[in-house]
């Protein structure tokens, strides 16, 4: 029998997900992104409890900078965003796509009581919904 589709964002969000840290250097964030192929990361307190979002497009001017001025590069709470879409992980993933079409985030942190739980990317939201349409 063939397993049903996905339809909320709990059965489709990457649980153990890359996040950084306020502290984190922009430097070593730059190489955890590459690392895991993402676009950005969520960013979190000591207890789990997302605090920002950072992305490859925040840091790639300082980057340059710092280099170019063989400075050190700044950290990730100098850079980041502190508005920070995210959702729940009982959000449909249908409504979760209709807001993925505009220029929204490539990746969307999902959280429980404030607290990170998952990663979901416009990639898993695509899957799923191809999946979808073939159940």
Avoid: W
Avoid at 16 to 37: I, M, P
Avoid at 42 to 69: C, N, T, W
């Amino acid at each position: 029998m063939p397993k049903k589709a996905p339809t909320i964002v709990r059965e489709i969000m990457s649980r153990d997900c890359y996040r950084v840290s306020g502290k984190t250097s922009v430097s070593t964030l730059a190489e955890g992104l590459s690392l895991h192929r993402l676009p950005g990361a969520p960013v979190v307190d000591e207890h789990d409890r997302l605090i920002g979002f950072i992305s490859e497009q925040d840091v790639l001017g300082k980057v340059l900078e710092s280099a170019y001025l063989n400075d050190e590069p700044p950290l990730v709470r100098e850079l980041m965003r502190h508005e920070v879409l995210s959702v729940t992980p009982n959000k449909s993933i249908i409504d979760l796509a209709q807001e993925m079409l505009g220029a929204k985030p490539k990746i969307y942190p999902v959280t429980e009581q404030a607290r990170l739980v998952g990663i979901v990317t416009r990639r898993d939201v695509l899957n799923a919904i191809l999946r979808m349409r073939h159940s």
